[in-house]
């Protein structure tokens, strides 16, 4: 029943004749109408399911603050509309859940200014080959679709908002193919929009998707869509998602504001980006997976990530394309991982990077032409055997290394120059390989080039300029270098020094005068300045420690109970370092003594304790700055990514500079079922950093005997940093006595009669499993019956000092 009335007018008789009509019912007036004819509803509430069948126009009131038209039946589809009516001005409620409020199933209707209030299935629903013209319409359905579109359906949709939706904002399916204009979504359940199905398209221009609880944009199953001058941010999920063959164009738009990743495409998909901007995202800004899937970006600016995960991630076979980019200020701005995964940069920066700016690992390929590359801990990191690629004509500046070769990669380098790198312009390790033709480093703090572990690297016509610690450092044989040259008066082609000086010829690096360096010794080499937690700038140094006397920690030493064998060892070293010093100063040879060790053994055997002591005595030896003990574990190196990791592991080895590093349970950087585990990556920046500051820091690795052998084992450029392995035996129950005897003389206790006996029959018993603490267990006893005794003396009225202080056998805790 109809609260108003509808006015009719004829439009098709003779002008002159032109008349109206008024009817009680919206039903009623459009039995009446005829195509063309104009209906005017009177404000007020119609309770009646519209179908528009006819080339009617439907209209609410002319005059402006009259008051609204509600059209809200109890059931059922509101308005359906089957013609190229006219429909403005009214507000659509929709009160059944399994229905649109509006349904348009054929022709090209024009639908302006309407608002759509419902709770059902879709606020407006599109199909049937229909063409509508949306303009300026609000669509509020917390409980569905905001607009859906399938079936062939088409149109127009301008000025358009969803306010609220339960699901996508537009869902558009099977073959639809609209053009939004100008239309915005927001606090939407799902995408704000989604496509799917093979032939689906999608054009917007001007269009702005934001906070909405899935992505901002969601592509699927073949569906295509093309977007200009578009926001998507505020998502709570991806900003843009593509998936299994879908197809995007992205022109001149901005995804920002986004937790997860700000575009995440695989299966096939592929993305086109031109002058786009993707900033402040929490994951990667671009997430490319799966063979077939591309990205092709030009043009377009990545930055200002607020998490720590990669700009660019590549991997399971994808390709990306950057050309004319820009990438700044985040952790890591280009990672490709697998075999098949490839990217190609072309005159694009990468600056401002925390960590890596490209690594390449796990079989992936990386092209990158004409590149500048500026302020990142690590330039180009190529990590593992299969990877490689070529960088060609690219700038790296201001980077603590320039390019980093390792564990058998072998990419091609030419005509790269390296700038100002705080400890290598170029550093190859652990059986990496490259050839390097024309490369150039200038203004090194540590090495030009770096070669260590015997890799097979090759030098053609490089040149090294103002290198602080070398041009060319070749620890051992295995690179060979071609018409090399160097600043430098005297450049080494090999470990050990010739009898006389080489000839120039092939292997071999012969310095070549520079007209414009006058014809002297190189200056002298200040130390390395090392990066502090991959940033290449230096920072103040801390205060250094008064050390005690060598003979005041030796003694402390001495005094641990046990540990017989390992103080022999630690003493052992102690004199080797010792006497090389004393040789040095008389000007002699002094054998290179490598002070990295391994403590193997159980738990609470002073693993810690001795490695506390170790760095105090060469701090006493002036062999350390300062001695001071860091302990970290796998939780302290390991991120949640490659990159973050290489930083946790900086971090940790930057605040033991002048001291020792000691990682607990080491052998967790490389679990036996390791797959894609990021431990390895903190054990490849380890090693790199021991050989960077060898006469900075002392690392000293501990864990269960048996798995530090399969550590050790498994990872060979890790064992061969260490010059001795240090094993930590179970105490005996005599040993264990002692401790609990130090422990009661140093808190004011003593053992009555037979409390000793007792309790090396207690450790005797005490299972020697994986739980048992060692020293840590007989503290732990004595804590107990220290308990115990307070228990039983704070029964008596008076007690005296003897029965204050005497320990007995009923104070030892039971077995468990």
């Not at 979504?185 to 989604?194: M, S």
């Amino acid at each position: 029943m109809a609260h108003g009335s509808v006015q009719v007018t004829y439009t098709n008789t003779s002008r002159w004749r032109r008349r109206t009509g008024d009817y009680a019912s919206l039903a009623a007036a459009l039995e009446a109408a005829g195509d063309g004819d104009v209906l005017t509803v009177a404000p007020g509430t119609y309770r009646e399911n519209l179908v528009l069948d006819r080339a009617v126009t439907l209209r609410g009131p002319e005059r402006a603050g009259a008051g609204s038209v509600r059209l809200s039946p109890p059931d059922g589809v509101p308005l359906t509309v089957r013609s190229s009516a006219v429909v403005r001005d009214l507000q659509i409620e929709g009160q059944d859940q399994a229905a649109p409020a509006v349904l348009v199933e054929a022709g090209a209707p024009e639908l302006s200014a309407l608002r759509v209030v419902t709770r059902s299935a879709a606020g407006v629903e599109v199909r049937g080959g229909a063409r509508p013209t949306v303009r300026g319409c609000t669509v509020d359905n917390p409980a569905g679709i905001g607009f859906a579109l399938s079936g062939g359906a088409g149109g127009l949709f301008e000025g358009c908002e969803v306010v609220a939706a339960g699901q996508a904002g537009f869902a558009v399916r099977d073959a639809a193919q609209p053009r939004l204009d100008g239309c915005r979504v927001h606090h939407a359940g799902g995408a704000g929009l989604a496509l799917s199905g093979t032939g689906t398209a999608v054009e917007a221009v001007g269009c702005e998707f934001y906070e909405v609880r899935g992505a901002g944009v969601h592509v699927s199953a073949r569906a295509a869509a093309q977007l200009t001058d578009c926001q998507v941010h505020r998502t709570s999920a991806d900003g843009v998602t593509l998936d299994t063959d879908a197809v995007l164009t992205l022109t001149d738009c901005h995804v920002h504001d986004v937790p997860e990743n700000a575009v995440d495409l695989r299966s096939r998909s592929v993305l086109t980006l031109v002058r786009s901007t993707v900033s402040r995202f929490g994951r990667n800004g671009l997430s490319v997976w799966d063979p077939g899937t591309r990205v092709d970006a030009n043009r377009c600016e990545i930055h200002d990530s607020t998490g720590d995960y990669p700009a660019v991630w590549v991997s399971d076979g994808a390709t990306a394309v950057l050309d004319a980019c820009r990438v700044h200020t985040v952790p890591d701005a280009l990672f490709v991982l697998d075999r098949g995964s490839r990217a190609d940069v072309v005159d694009s920066d990468l600056t401002q990077i925390r960590g890596t700016a490209v690594s390449v690992s796990d079989g992936g390929t990386v092209e990158l032409d004409d590149c500048r590359v500026r302020e990142a801990a690590t330039g180009a990191w190529f990590r593992d055997h299969g990877s490689g690629g070529t960088l060609a004509g690219c700038t790296i500046d201001a980077t603590s290394t320039g390019v980093i070769v390792t564990k058998g990669a072998d990419p091609v380098v030419e005509r790269c120059t390296v700038t100002g790198p705080a400890e290598a312009g170029f550093y190859v390790s652990a059986e990496g390989r490259g050839t390097f033709t024309q490369c150039r480093v200038t203004g090194s703090r540590g090495y030009g080039f770096h070669v260590i572990d015997g890799c097979r690297a090759t030098l053609r016509r490089c040149r090294t300029e103002r290198c602080a610690r070398g041009g060319y450092e070749f620890a051992e044989e295995g690179p060979s270098a071609q018409e090399c040259t160097s600043d430098e008066t005297a450049v080494p082609a090999a470990p050990e020094p010739a009898p006389s000086a080489p000839a120039s010829g092939p292997g071999l690096l012969a310095p070549l005068p520079d007209p414009a360096a006058p014809a002297v010794a190189a200056p002298p080499r200040p130390a390395a300045v090392p990066a502090a937690a991959g940033a290449a700038q230096e920072t103040a140094e801390p205060e250094r420690p008064v050390a005690r006397p060598a003979r005041e920690v030796l003694g402390e030493l001495d005094a641990l109970v046990g540990l017989e064998d390992v103080k022999r060892e630690v003493r052992a070293l102690i004199d080797m370092i010792e006497v090389g010093r004393r040789r040095q100063r008389a000007g002699l040879k002094a054998a290179s003594a490598r002070r990295h060790l391994v403590f193997t053994g159980s738990p609470g055997t002073g693993k810690t304790t001795v490695a506390r002591l170790y760095g105090e005595i060469l701090h006493s030896l002036e062999v350390l700055e300062r001695g001071h003990l860091v302990e970290v574990s796998r939780v302290d190196l390991v991120g949640e990514h490659i990159g973050s990791t290489a930083l946790r592991t900086q971090e940790a080895f930057g605040r033991a500079r002048g001291g020792v590093l000691f990682i607990d349970e080491a052998y967790a950087l490389s679990p036996e079922d390791s797959g894609r585990d990021f431990g390895r990556e903190a054990i490849d920046t380890l090693v790199k950093l021991m050989e960077d500051h060898r006469d900075e820091v002392v690392v000293i690795v501990a864990g269960y005997t048996a798995e530090m052998e399969r550590f050790l084992s498994a990872n060979p450029g890790v064992a061969s940093r260490f010059s001795r392995t240090i094993t930590f035996g179970d105490y005996a129950p005599e040993e264990l006595l002692s401790i609990v005897e130090q422990q009661a003389e140093e808190h004011e206790y003593h053992l009555g009669d037979g409390t000793a006996e007792a309790l090396l029959k207690h450790f005797a018993a005490i299972p020697r499993g994986p739980s048992f603490g060692n020293g840590r267990t007989a503290r732990q006893t004595f804590e107990a019956m220290v308990e115990r005794h307070a228990g039983r003396v704070a029964r008596l009225a008076d007690p005296g000092t003897r029965e204050l202080t005497l320990l007995y056998a009923q104070d030892i805790p039971p077995l468990p």
